[in-house]
């Protein structure tokens, strides 16, 4: 028996109680297995009133997002023209990754209310709760050269920071290359894993993570000097996945086209202006060693110019960004 | 019943017929069993003599590369250093992915005697058969970023086309980016996979394959004026498989070592040396449209430098070269 035949019994009677028996006989199961079906729905974020003699009525659903709804508000037509969503998955990377390899479209998005082990930078694990952020994976298909993969990666976080500043009106930055921060506190991760074949892209997943509604206590203690949610910084008002997804989706695929059209240079100017990794000493942990300088911006291919001690600037392709050492 | 204590049974014998009787007591299998296994080891380029009074005697067995043969004449120190052989497999690109993402170390090497299903550039195949050239795979991991993976692919050209050079005196060159030509006839392909996070190079798979023993008969007729092999160009004498992987991997590894502590440079120099693609009209085939000019050398990126009809140049990131039409 499944939980969404049940679920359609209590959509027919909303706010009415309906009876163990009724439903027993609606759905041909024992009451047993009704009673079983309810806990289930409990262990997933469902409540319900049961009254012995009335039946079960249901008090509240999860905060779930439905695929129908998130179609009907979308503005974009490339990106999430195609959804595949799901309850609780490991990782959508591994799905969107998958999807790809079958020859799924660019555009092709996959979501889940939850991930079991969600994947961030260099293996690092990812807080991602039932139905309190947004995980989504989506596949490009660009066809760039694999020189200018990272630029991907900036744009993306362009277009989250531009979507969610307009949509929560919350002091949002991108610290080098793609973490969104508020205050200093990390509220969004991208990840575009690539895949290519010698000079060609054959595809990217983009991976994002936003920490939308989670609260305090979704946290480890340990974290909560370096993690936020938008709820947080909002002072405990949540705000609607449908909106910042549906927004995103058109926003990241407008400034996709204008890349596609006229290359990174308007991307720089757009990831500068809402960089807060510019103009201060950072720390940078390079692969080939430890750089102490001030970022002061993109290159042309999308890597850090640093400002050393000396005068002397160097080229950052790839590195960990923390705070210098004093 | 393995056909290996089979052919340990012949190899106790060298030269000598062994009845079909000793054997089925040896092995305690019925002697149809005994005719079946003798059946098999034929198809894979076993030939026997068969006498009914007699029984069998082992005339010559297919050009097999030994592993321990291999690791006894590697003049490499990580490339190579594990060695996984197979008979048969559908491509060894997916077979070492696959023992990429299971944590194998940089420098393992997947071996097949023959390929089912071997890939070439942009989805084509590989003619590989059995025995007669050299199929494999090899897991890299460099800490340079995505940015410059397209200069490994160079790298890997010139590592091979010096070492074959060496091996079989033939005169060998590179056509852009990585083919290897003898009188504009392809002898190899490579091809490397690159998978990355965001700016990071998680792992490159590099899959090599060189034509070594294949005579005409093992292509299609259409496509002998396009690819030969290095027996066919040396006038039908072959040349020893082992020799020429173990002098590849060491040269693969020096030049590998060299571009991790010297960068790119002494690259370009060796590339543009072995090349057979500048300073000729060329049509070159790009994502963005197809560009008529001469290809003039790499830049620092190891992009191509092309110079247009009209005097300018432009550099080509990826595309198909072929040649110019008049």
Redesign the interface.
Known sequence: MSTNRLLELFEQNPGEYVSGELISQQLGVSRTAVWKQIKKLESIGYQFDASRRLGYKLISSPDTLSVPELLSQMKSKIFGSSIHWFESVDSTQNIAQKLAEEGAPEGTLVIAEQQQNGRG??GRGWVSPQGKGIWMSMILRP?T??????QL?LLTAVALCRSLRRVTELPIGIKW??DLLIEGKKISG???????????LRYVIAGIGISVNLEKTDYPDEMLNKVTSLRIANGGDGFDRTTIITDFLHEWEQLYLLYCEKGFGPIITLWEALSVSLNQPARLIT??GTIDGVPIGLDA?G?LTVRKEDGSTVIV??AEMGEPVR
């Not at 050269?145 to 990272?150: D, K, M, S």
């Not at 690539?194 to 000079?199: L, M, P």
């Open positions: 930078r260099m066809s050269p694999i020189h200018f993969a990272p990666t290359p793609n991208i990840l575009l894993e690539s895949t290519a074949e010698d000079e060609r692969p080939q291919s890597a392709f790839s």
